[in-house]
């Protein structure tokens, strides 16, 4: 019999130079991803000023969504790079909180933003910061594998992500549904790929 593993938690970053074709400084694609992470393509909760989740900073502080475009402006205007996070945990029970403790364990120096959302198969948090270095391989590895063993540590110690609580979901999942495999994990695009082109670089190695 096969033992039952935890998925890994999904980690992958995006790059990308806030300046327009023609060089000049711009803050469009940081924003666009910030509105997009806020509220999805949901005009009337946009229109409602509803977000989709609580944005939450380095000191666990929550902010507005207002207060977030306003970082996000002033960071992209005196910065060289955007940077987009996407944080994944197959079992889907940390909070947002949780995640930024994963970023703080995990070595996570730059000064960040962060917003989880429950609303996909898979509980994930989107991260933006910002800096005037591009994040070369091994400083991606190394910040990826800080971070992904602080989301596991996480996991394994939650109530309704512990190694016992996986496999009696399962169990249960086995026996109301046996004909259906777990698929891949289904990713929610990011803003940065879904909405601008040719300056955003992937760096999930």
Request: no cysteine.
């Given at each position: 019999m096969k033992r039952n593993r935890q998925a890994l938690p999904f980690i992958n970053v995006r790059m990308q130079e806030n300046r327009t074709p023609s060089g000049r400084r711009t803050s469009a694609p940081a924003r666009r991803a910030a509105l997009y992470y806020s509220y999805g393509r949901d005009r009337e909760a946009e229109l409602a000023e509803q977000p989709r989740g609580q944005w939450l900073g380095p000191d666990g502080r929550a902010h507005t969504h207002a207060e977030v475009m306003a970082w996000v402006q002033a960071k992209a205007m005196s910065h060289r790079y955007t940077f987009q996070g996407l944080?994944?945990?197959?079992?889907?029970?940390?909070?947002?909180?949780?995640?930024?403790?994963?970023?703080?364990?995990?070595?996570?120096?730059?000064?960040?933003?962060?917003?989880?959302?429950?609303?996909?198969?898979?509980?994930?948090?989107?991260?933006?910061?910002?800096?005037?270095?591009?994040?070369?391989?091994?400083?991606?590895?190394?910040?990826?594998?800080?971070?992904?063993?602080?989301?596991?540590?996480?996991?394994?110690?939650?109530?309704?992500?512990?190694?016992?609580?996986?496999?009696?979901?399962?169990?249960?999942?086995?026996?109301?549904?046996?004909?259906?495999?777990?698929?891949?994990?289904?990713?929610?695009?990011?803003?940065?790929?879904?909405?601008?082109?040719?300056?955003?670089?992937?760096?999930?190695?």
């Open positions: 944080l994944s945990t197959a079992a889907g029970a940390l909070t947002a909180a949780e995640f930024g403790r994963a970023l703080q364990r995990g070595g996570q120096s730059d000064e960040w933003r962060l917003i989880a959302h429950d609303d996909t198969r898979y509980r994930h948090a989107h991260v933006l910061w910002f800096g005037d270095k591009r994040l070369d391989k091994k400083a991606f590895l190394s910040w990826q594998k800080g971070v992904r063993a602080e989301l596991v540590r996480l996991e394994q110690q939650h109530p309704l992500t512990s190694p016992s609580a996986l496999r009696a979901q399962a169990e249960q999942s086995a026996v109301a549904s046996p004909a259906n495999p777990a698929a891949g994990q289904e990713m929610e695009l990011d803003a940065g790929q879904a909405r601008t082109k040719g300056q955003a670089v992937d760096l999930g190695w």
